[in-house]
């Protein structure tokens, strides 16, 4: 679905996040708008999406919807969710958003979810690789797509060894997403980036330090 890179002809990517689709029409249609306005202008290869994409309550009709738009421009895309997808009553859970996603046949999100070499299951929702080739059919690059979660529980908290400081306190790439990650990339020879809406924890050390 994705063209091969070729020498003459760099692969184009332009990603977009946070859009926030809300209940509030204005606000969803300027947006949507200046979206569809910016991939036709740019004509990109592919189009990621960084998280936070859908947002407030009933929000199955712009979950859909989103997914047309992008069946109607014909234009390959890779989603990951944030943390405001799925995190109250009343929001399309997140499991249900992705499925919702996969309508589009454009969707990179692979039908089934990736476990181990062990077989173990990976933690979240659309943890997935992208890989792009060349013109003589090498991954010359990859994507690495990552559920960065929502709202961590109590229990999430204790298993680090951390306390609760805020009521909407953040989750982060679990050990078995991480496994996955170095499973996925052990014998590529190419660079690779990771798309993920929540920052890592380092992020936050280094800000306070």
């Avoid at 936070?52 to 109607?72: I, K, Q, S, W, Y």
Wanted: charged share 30%; with cysteine.
């Amino acid at each position: 679905m994705i063209r091969k890179i070729t020498k003459d002809r760099p692969l184009k990517i332009l990603s977009f996040t946070d859009m926030h689709l809300d209940r509030d029409e204005g606000q969803r249609l300027a947006t949507l708008k200046a979206f569809r306005e910016t991939i036709e202008t740019e004509k990109p290869d592919l189009v990621t999406m960084g998280g936070d994409n859908v947002v407030g309550h009933a929000g199955e009709e712009r979950t859909r919807a989103l997914a047309a738009l992008m069946t109607e421009l014909k234009m390959p895309w890779a989603p990951v969710l944030g943390n405001h997808e799925g995190d109250m009553e009343g929001r399309v859970p997140r499991k249900d958003g992705i499925e919702m996603f996969k309508e589009s046949p454009y969707c990179l999100i692979p039908e089934k979810e990736p476990v181990l070499a062990d077989g173990t299951p990976v933690w979240g929702n659309a943890n997935y690789s992208v890989p792009l080739y060349n013109d003589k059919g090498e991954i010359c690059f990859r994507l690495i797509m990552m559920d960065g979660g929502s709202h961590a529980t109590d229990e999430d908290l204790a298993e680090v060894g951390l306390t609760r400081v805020h009521n909407n306190e953040y989750e982060w790439l679990k050990e078995s997403q991480i496994a996955w990650y170095k499973e996925v990339i052990k014998d590529d020879e190419c660079q690779t980036i990771i798309f993920c809406h929540i920052r890592l924890p380092v992020y936050n050390e280094a800000l306070e330090n």
